[in-house]
């Protein structure tokens, strides 16, 4: 390496001249021919510029970055409000373990944990535990006026999941009908016609003798 | 900036190549890869520069110097088993240096004061553009090339002295 302090020494007009000289000498200089391959480049440029300036190119570049970019902000989101989110006041219900805690039937076995003391429950899980009993089994007795009304089916079929279908009570028994009456009820199309005129008959005359 | 032509890349080509390669060769010893990635760099780019110039310089520069820091190892290895000088220059039979001295001393200047020397003789830039791709001024610039050219006249000045006088006599 040269000494650079030189360079901060008086320029004298000779060394000016020299150096104008330098600079000319050194411009003939020629640097090596580039290795760079002209035809190829020229190749390669336009093949490049036709990708620079396709339609649709920057948005086909940024699509998929875009899409897994937004996608991981959601999966990020929803695993912090997985992670932050309210406990809920009362634990669901377990039907099979509702059934072993039954005590006494009537009293509905959709008992939620009980609140403790001077704990204010939230609307929505007052809501929660309405929708809880209103899907808990009954007990039998309920089971058996519900069968035989044939109304509350969701709480019915709530019974059979909870305890099966044997556990059931037992339907009301069919009545019988008599003989008699089966033999009375018309069996063909003109009995029945010759029943409703004799009904007919039977009223016209009624109505004349009370007028 | 307007768009860029076919005819502007090659005429930027014919023009710039070779110095580009001889300017990067201060820091890679295949310059070739990084020049023609800036060409297609400026080429994606699709916009012309306002000192086109000065861009290539800036992104030949960055290229070369990032090549050199990753291959860093291996370039030592190299250049010390060949042992030769990676500026390469040509003399015409007029030419009263001797290029492979010349290019000696060019490498030996310290690298701020080579880039400068190199790109204003060979690339033809302005002291203006030098100070855009060097993040200096334009009179740092100027200074450097000063400076430059007093080592190279120092470090040159036997065979340029006695060739000098053996043309004048």
């Known amino acids: 390496m040269v000494d650079e302090n030189s360079s901060h020494q008086e320029i004298s007009g000779e060394e000016i001249e020299d150096r104008s000289e330098l600079e000319r000498a050194l411009a003939l200089l020629k640097p090596s021919a580039s290795s760079i391959d002209r035809d190829s480049f020229l190749f390669l440029a336009g093949r490049a510029s036709a990708q620079s300036v396709r339609p649709g190119g920057s948005f086909r570049q940024w699509m998929w970055p875009a899409a897994t970019l937004l996608s991981s902000v959601a999966a990020a989101v929803l695993s912090v409000i997985l992670v932050t989110r309210p406990q809920p006041a009362a634990a669901p219900v377990d039907m099979r373990t509702a059934k072993a805690t039954e005590v006494t039937p009537g009293v509905s076995v959709a008992t939620a944990e009980p609140s403790s003391a001077g704990e204010t429950q939230s609307d929505s899980s007052t809501a929660t535990q309405d929708q809880e009993l209103a899907m808990a089994p009954p007990s039998r007795d309920e089971a058996a006026r519900e069968l035989a009304s044939g109304t509350n089916y969701p709480r019915l079929r709530s019974y059979v999941l909870a305890y099966g279908v044997d556990a059931l009570p037992e339907p009301a028994p069919i009545r019988a009908q008599s003989l008699d009456s089966i033999r009375d009820e018309p069996r063909t199309q003109r009995e029945l016609l010759r029943a409703l005129l004799q009904d007919r008959a039977a009223v016209k005359t009624s109505t004349h003798s009370a007028g | ?169």
């Not at chain 2, 080509?13 to 390669?21: G, I, K, Q, S, V």
């Not at chain 2, 800036?38 to 090549?67: C, E, H, M, T």
């Not at chain 2, 450097?144 to 006695?162: D, F, M, N, P």
């Open chain 2, 1 to 169: 900036m307007s768009r860029i032509s076919p005819e502007l890349i090659a005429r930027l080509f014919d023009r710039h190549a070779a110095a580009l390669e001889l300017f990067a060769a201060q820091w890679i010893p295949a310059p070739a890869d990084v020049v023609q990635e800036a060409f297609l760099k400026l080429v994606r780019q699709g916009r012309v520069p306002d000192r086109p110039a000065a861009w290539l310089y800036r992104v030949v520069r960055n290229g070369a110097i990032s090549a050199a820091r990753r291959d860093a190892r291996r370039q030592r290895n190299e250049q010390t088993a060949i042992g030769l000088s990676r500026l390469r220059l040509e003399a015409d039979g007029e030419n009263p240096l001797d290029a492979e001295l010349a290019a000696r001393a060019l490498e030996a200047l310290p690298d701020e004061k080579r880039e400068v020397v190199v790109a204003r003789i060979w690339g033809g830039l302005t002291f203006e553009e030098i100070a855009e791709f060097a993040d200096i001024s334009s009179s740092e610039a100027h200074r450097r090339y000063e400076a430059a050219l007093a080592i190279l006249r120092k470090s040159l000045g036997v065979t340029w002295l006695t060739k000098t006088a053996a043309t004048k006599r």
